[in-house]
């Protein structure tokens, strides 16, 4: 069965924006409402930033914690992949 597109209007740092894709209404509701407080967290601490390089930093900032949480899976990976091949050698 495919996945129905949803529609979404979402508000990310005062704009309105109309959000199309595959995951659900509620779904792109709290993704949109993440990059939202990310957005007003680094204008918080930064309140001369302008909306392009407020949006870029927190572009960066998310892709750093999703590089963080990939190296942490990778790791984790390794780490279970290389135990199975020692229950497998001692079995």
């Given at each position: 069965?495919?996945?129905?597109e949803?529609?979404v209007?979402?508000?990310?740092?005062?704009?309105?924006?109309v959000?199309k894709?595959?995951?659900?209404?509620?779904?792109?509701?709290?993704?949109?409402?993440?990059?939202?407080r990310?957005?007003?967290?680094l204008a918080?601490r930064?309140p001369?930033?302008g909306?392009?390089?407020?949006?870029v930093?927190?572009a960066l900032?998310?892709a750093?914690e999703?590089m963080k949480?990939?190296d942490e899976?990778?790791?984790?990976?390794?780490?279970?992949?290389?135990?199975?091949?020692?229950?497998?050698?001692?079995?």
């Open positions: 069965m495919a996945s129905q949803s529609r209007e979402v508000e990310i740092y005062g704009e309105y924006y959000i894709g595959d995951n659900s209404p509620e779904r792109i509701i709290m993704l949109a409402q993440y990059v939202n990310i957005m007003k967290q918080g930064n001369r930033l909306r392009t390089q407020t949006a930093l927190a900032n998310i750093e999703l949480l990939q899976q990778d790791s984790i990976l390794k780490l279970l992949e290389s135990e199975q091949k020692n229950t497998k050698r001692n079995s």
